[in-house]
């Protein structure tokens, strides 16, 4: 068998959690129409909820509070405007007010271009809120990496996917150089885009240092990223969120305080995400994020 | 069906009981109403600065669950110093925690609505606020871990869009959750005739589960719960009278009726005047040490020293 791809790594790793340990897997629609993208596999321990949003998301914060772990699995984020309630408002806050847990891994997934309430990336909004590890894994290793974590740990994960990574197979590695123009942080989809993007500039004499944020919050950053920062002089981060009050714009003040380097933000336009072209307020992809480097850089 | 003091109470219930078990219920029921009392007292002196939510005049429902069903896990509504209470929790821990304090239930960090309690065998979850948000709740830990579980909320907490919901999930996996919704008729102040043409104990009867709608009278609900926990998942509507306001220490007036007396009375005719009479006087008498002046108007930095 050759290297698996993020959809089959989701779903071998939901496959251990159930079978292995004692977990459970909450979701509408989980066991039909192509098992969520060939990402749930067929096995025990996965529980179809009924339409209930927001009874759903609470059923799986108090199974989570008895220890079992479960994956609730939001097959568009936009779901989780309803079903936020008891995650922020319980699972989230469990720990803090009562030193008692809720460790509930969301599998809240994203998709593109199926109009305004199937295509929106939230993870920004959950940020918000005091007591959620949230990160955005687009690799399998990233997707093991996550899951390891979660399992040693008591709170509550939002797990930010997006459909766009399912059939990616490889690994993202940091480019951080001497002579870079500009460091780019990217975080879920536009991360598929930064290699292509990155190349373009290069052939036009911008040279990028190209940073990969798996985790969102708490977002730490380390030294040699700072340094790569303030040696290239310019920032951008980028994010398939809405860009106002979103994670892009909340992560580049988070760095420039960090380097004393001005962070600009790219992310959604402050519009309905539509259903057709061009009024589909697409996350950035190779064209926007190129744009964007060289309105920062003044290039024409 | 009308909304009675009486309703679904069978003449002469109380006389089916022993002795023993109707006393254990007075005790209980004293234990809420002396200790809320010392809560009204310290915060109509300025001794509690936080927002409460009183049990009393409903306490008769919680102390007939104490004595059946408090191995049960609790998801308990926003008004829940009477489950606390009666199911064992430490007083002494409630009254810090309504004060804000570090030896609180939760650290004093959650207060009168967010009750838990965690130990010797008990495991009360509260709710956070959200009224009825503690039923799916309650409906996933019986998933999770298919144990006993009660699940509390009021009339107004009923109309919740997750209510439903959590009744028929329950059914369709037929979970061993016991539903009760203490209904004291009114959402702040609005009546529930406003608010809504239905009642709970048909909408749990259309997903299956077995259902009452009774008056608070102990006996009966001691009955009836001892009856449904052999057919859970199932559904008990008590017809409650608030004591106080939705929150704070406020009277609207005179109580529809004073289940509090009337069990007093009820146990006096069954000739266990005396008996009752000693156990309230030893229950009055331990709650106010439990809300001395010397306790409450210590120095701050000194209570937190003792802790």
């Known amino acids: ?300 | 069906m009308q909304r009675s003091c009486d309703l679904n109470v069978e003449k002469g219930i109380a006389e089916s009981f022993s002795p023993e078990t109707s006393l254990a219920l007075w005790q209980k029921m004293c234990e809420v109403r002396y200790f809320e009392q010392g809560a009204v007292d310290a915060i109509k002196a300025g001794e509690i600065n936080y927002q409460v939510y009183l049990s009393s005049g409903q306490e008769a429902a919680a102390a007939s669950f104490s004595l059946c069903i408090n191995k049960y896990q609790v998801f308990a509504q926003h008004r829940a110093h009477d489950i606390f209470l009666t199911f064992g929790a430490p007083p002494e821990m409630l009254r810090d925690e309504l004060r804000g304090l570090p030896s609180g239930c939760s650290r004093g960090r959650a207060g009168s609505n967010c009750l838990q309690y965690h130990e010797n065998g008990m495991h009360m979850y509260g709710h956070h606020g959200l009224i009825a948000e503690n039923v799916p709740l309650g409906v996933g830990a019986a998933l999770g871990n298919n144990k006993q579980t009660l699940c509390i909320f009021g009339d107004g907490s009923a109309e919740e869009d997750y209510v439903s919901p959590s009744l028929g999930f329950a059914a369709t996996h037929k979970l061993p959750v016991l539903f009760v919704c203490m209904d004291n008729n009114y959402s702040i102040l609005t009546k529930t005739e406003v608010r809504r043409s239905w009642n709970m104990n048909e909408v749990a009867k259309s997903y299956g589960l077995p259902a009452v709608d009774i008056a608070d009278d102990p006996w009966t609900v001691l009955k009836h719960t001892r009856e449904l926990s052999t057919q859970l998942p199932a559904f008990i509507n008590i017809r409650v009278c608030r004591g106080y306001w939705h929150a704070g220490v406020g009277i609207d007036g005179t109580l529809e009726w004073d289940r509090f007396n009337m069990v007093k009375h009820e146990l006096n005719e069954l000739g266990l005047a005396d008996k009752a009479a000693k156990i309230e006087t030893s229950v009055c008498k331990k709650m106010e040490q439990i809300w001395a002046k010397e306790i409450l108007l210590k120095p701050l930095e000194k209570q937190l020293e003792d802790i």
């Open chain 1, 1 to 300: 068998m050759g290297k698996r791809n993020l959809a089959e790594t989701i779903r071998e790793t939901t496959r251990r959690h159930l079978e292995e340990e004692n977990g459970l897997l909450l979701g509408q629609s989980v066991s039909a129409v192509g098992w969520v993208n060939g990402t749930v596999p067929d096995t025990r321990g996965i529980v179809e909820l009924p339409m209930t949003d927001v009874a759903g998301a609470g059923f799986a914060v108090g199974a989570a509070m008895v220890g079992r772990r479960p994956f609730f699995v939001i097959r568009f984020q936009d779901f989780l405007v309803l079903n936020g309630s008891p995650l922020i408002n319980y699972a989230a806050k469990v720990k803090e007010l009562h030193g008692q847990s809720a460790p509930v891994f969301i599998r809240a997934i994203a998709a593109e271009g199926i109009g305004p309430v199937h295509s929106t990336v939230l993870h920004g909004m959950f940020m918000h809120f005091p007591g959620f590890k949230i990160c955005a894994p687009m690799s399998p290793g990233e997707y093991e990496k996550i899951y390891t974590s979660f399992m040693k740990d008591d709170d509550p994960y939002y797990v930010s996917e997006h459909r766009f990574a399912y059939q990616n197979k490889e690994e993202f590695e940091d480019i951080i150089r001497d002579d870079a123009d500009i460091t780019i942080f990217l975080a879920s989809s536009p991360r598929l885009f930064a290699a292509e993007a990155s190349k373009t500039l290069e052939k036009e004499g911008t040279k990028c240092n190209i940073i990969h944020l798996l985790w969102l919050k708490p977002f730490t950053c380390s030294e040699a990223v700072i340094r790569g920062l303030k040696k290239s002089g310019k920032g951008l981060v980028i994010d398939a969120g809405h860009e106002i009050c979103g994670a892009s714009r909340s992560i580049a003040y988070e760095l420039g305080m960090a380097s004393g380097v001005m962070v600009h933000a790219l992310g959604l336009k402050d519009h309905t995400k539509c259903l057709c072209p061009p009024l589909q307020n697409k996350a950035p992809e190779v064209d926007e994020i190129v744009a964007k480097v060289r309105n920062i850089l003044k290039l024409k």
